[in-house]
């Protein structure tokens, strides 16, 4: 399914809220992870820990880039796609 969503924003916290709200990426610095609502639109949560086995962010004039891709092939959406420099970019 391609994204719904075309950018996404970093916001730091130290728990990520219950209620997430979509186009916002919430890190944690403190608990090396990080979550969003997938951008497909379909409204499930998409949690990207952070370390060198699973995904590296990397902030750059406070753009966030996620490395590898996010592919959510355990959710109905399917979806699978890059966030680089705050813009959300098909695989
Ligand atoms: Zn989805």
């Avoid at 609502?37 to 499930?44: A, F, I, M, T």
């Amino acid at each position: 399914m391609a994204s719904l969503l075309k950018s996404i924003t970093a916001c730091f916290v130290t728990f990520i809220p219950d209620r997430i709200e979509e186009e916002i990426l919430y890190i944690s610095k403190e608990y090396n992870t990080a979550t969003h609502l997938c951008v497909c639109g379909c409204g499930e949560r998409v949690v990207t820990p952070l370390n060198h086995m699973n995904w590296t962010l990397i902030m750059d004039e406070g753009k966030p880039t996620l490395t590898p891709s996010i592919g959510s092939f355990s959710l109905p959406c399917k979806s699978h796609y890059f966030i680089r420099d705050g813009k959300i970019i098909d695989a």
